[in-house]
């Protein structure tokens, strides 16, 4: 996969890791456990957990780059919209801390970390992967990772095929308007802690948190 802002199993391997994490994961049981001043959930992945969220129990939004999770000096807290309280804490990245994601970006391959002809395997890895999430989200199905097309050609034989898959570093900005920032933040941190969890590289997908004037000057770097 790309780079993201915001965001190698062999298949002869892949039958016998599946069937240990379906396995560990009809062990769990569903819960609160204390974290500090926080409540965390039970689940190996998350940190929260929904329903103990609060003025007095915040829960905290961390930023990803180079495949390991980093608070920051300046936090955005975001007030509960029932009674005020701010219950949760969103570690925001300014100008002076961009660097390490500049860093991250230019280390993506212009051809794509996700290319179908120089990295296949990643196919394999990322199609377990989506199999295991959907699992734990409890989806019917799996989407698409990539989409290829072919045509017939001119004359017998002859076919033109199109591959289609992300190309070099790209950034996601994603809503970001109030009150959906209230849910975005916290969700996308705890989802890409569930695709780690599922055997998502680290080092594939950053996540930022920062304002429209920081992103810019971030994309403006990379570029």
């Known amino acids: 996969m790309h780079r993201i802002v915001l965001q190698r199993e062999i298949r002869s391997r892949a039958s016998h890791k599946a069937l ?6 009809n062990l769990f049981r569903y819960g609160t456990k204390s974290c500090g001043n926080r409540v965390c959930s039970s689940l190996p992945f998350a940190t ?14 961390q930023n990803l780059v180079q495949g390991k999770w980093t608070r920051s000096a300046a936090w955005n807290t975001l007030v509960d919209p029932l009674n005020g309280e701010p219950f949760i804490k969103v570690a925001e990245v300014d100008g002076n801390g961009i660097q390490p994601f500049v860093e991250s970006l230019s280390k993506c391959p212009k051809h794509g970390l996700h290319n179908p002809f120089k990295s296949p395997e990643r196919y394999l890895l990322y199609g377990d992967i989506s199999a295991k999430a959907a699992h ?12 290829s097309f072919a045509v017939p050609g001119n ?7 199109g591959y ?8 996601i900005i994603t809503p970001f308007n109030f009150p959906l920032e209230i849910p975005v933040s916290i ?9 780690h969890y599922c055997g998502l590289p680290a080092e ?4 930022i948190n920062s304002d429209g004037k920081t992103m810019n000057k ?3 770097e990379v570029c």
């Open 20 to 25: 240990s994490w379906f396995s560990s994961y």
């Open 48 to 61: 929260v957990e929904a329903e103990g969220i609060s003025g007095s129990q915040p829960a905290e939004v």
């Open 136 to 147: 734990m989200l409890a989806l019917p199905k799996v989407r698409f990772l990539a989409r």
């Open 155 to 161: 004359h017998i034989g002859q076919q033109s095929h």
């Open 164 to 171: 289609r898959w992300p190309y070099g570093p790209v950034a």
């Open 187 to 195: 969700v996308m941190e705890q989802m890409m802690r569930l695709l």
């Open 204 to 207: 594939d997908v950053d996540f």
């Open 218 to 220: 971030l994309l403006m």
